[in-house]
C-alpha cells in the first residue's frame, strides 16, 4: 500500500508541476494541429480526406506530447538534483519510473483524442474500430514515453533532450506511413520505417479508422509491445548504470 502512495504522490507532483506548462501543450498539442493544417492547405483536400489523415494527426499528437513531457520533467530533475534524491527512495526503480512515465503516457492519450473529437463534428466517423483504435493510442503513447524516457535520462540540459527527440520525431512523420503510403518510400528507406515503433502503431490507426492497413494487427500490436519492453529496459539499465551502479 505504501509504494502505491508512492506511485500516486510522484504522479500527481509531475502533472502539478510539469505537464501543463506552455511548452508541453504547445508541442503535444499546438504543433500537430498546425502541422495538418498544412497539410490541407498543400493538398487541398475537403473534408472527406479527414479519415485519411486523422491517424497521422493522432499519432503524431501523441509523439510529440509524451516526449516533450519527458524532456523537460526528467532534464530538470536531473539538473536540480531532485532527480537522484527521488533515486534514494525506498521504491522499486522500475516503480518508480513507471511512477515518473504514467502522467506523459496519460497526457499523451488525451492529446490523442483533441483531434479526435474535433474530426467527429467534420466528418463521418462511425465505420471507426474502437476496439482496435483505444489499444493502439496506448500503446503509442507507452512506446513514445519510454522513447522520450531513454533520451532525457542519457542528456544533462532540456534543449539536448529537444534536440535528440527531434532528430527522432520528425524522420518518424516522414517514414512511419503517417500521411503517405510506406510503399511510396525509397526502396532503400523501407528497412528504417519497419525498424521505428510508430510505423506499427500508424497501421493499426488507419486500419481502425479507414482499414487502410498493410499488416495483421496482431502483429502490429505484438512488435508495439517489444518497443515498449525493449525501451524501458534500455532506460533501466541507463539509469543503473549512471546512478545505481
Keep these: 500500500m505504501k509504494l502505491w502512495t508512492a506511485f500516486w504522490n510522484i504522479l500527481r507532483k509531475d502533472m502539478r508541476t510539469y505537464y501543463l ?91 490523442a483524442f483533441v ?44 534543449f539536448e533532450a529537444q534536440t535528440f527527440s527531434n532528430f527522432l520525431r520528425f524522420p518518424m512523420i516522414f517514414l512511419c506511413g503517417l500521411f503517405f503510403p510506406i510503399a511510396r518510400l525509397p526502396v532503400f528507406l523501407r528497412p528504417l520505417s519497419y525498424a521505428l515503433p510508430l510505423t506499427y502503431g500508424a497501421d493499426v490507426l488507419h486500419g481502425a479508422v479507414h482499414g487502410g492497413h498493410s499488416m495483421p494487427f496482431a502483429l502490429d500490436f505484438a512488435v508495439l509491445g517489444v518497443f515498449c519492453v525493449g525501451l524501458f529496459a534500455a532506460s533501466l539499465a541507463n539509469i543503473k548504470r549512471k546512478w545505481i551502479a
Design 21 to 111: 506548462k506552455p511548452p508541453n501543450i504547445s508541442w503535444g498539442l499546438i504543433f500537430p494541429l498546425a502541422w495538418t493544417g498544412m497539410f490541407f492547405v498543400r493538398s487541398g483536400s475537403g473534408l472527406e480526406s479527414i479519415p485519411v489523415l486523422l491517424p497521422g494527426v493522432v499519432a503524431v499528437s501523441v509523439l510529440f506530447g509524451t516526449t516533450s513531457m519527458l524532456a523537460v520533467a526528467i532534464t530538470f530533475e536531473k539538473k536540480n538534483r531532485s532527480f537522484e534524491r527521488l533515486l534514494l527512495a525506498p521504491v522499486p526503480l522500475e516503480l518508480l519510473m513507471l511512477a515518473k512515465t504514467t502522467g506523459a503516457i496519460l497526457f499523451g492519450v488525451a492529446n
Design 115 to 158: 483531434p479526435v473529437i474535433m474530426a467527429l463534428f467534420l466528418a463521418d466517423l462511425s465505420e471507426l474500430a474502437w476496439g482496435a483504435f483505444v489499444p493502439a493510442v496506448f500503446l503509442i503513447a507507452v512506446a513514445s514515453t519510454f522513447l522520450g524516457l531513454f533520451i532525457a535520462v542519457a542528456v544533462s540540459e532540456v
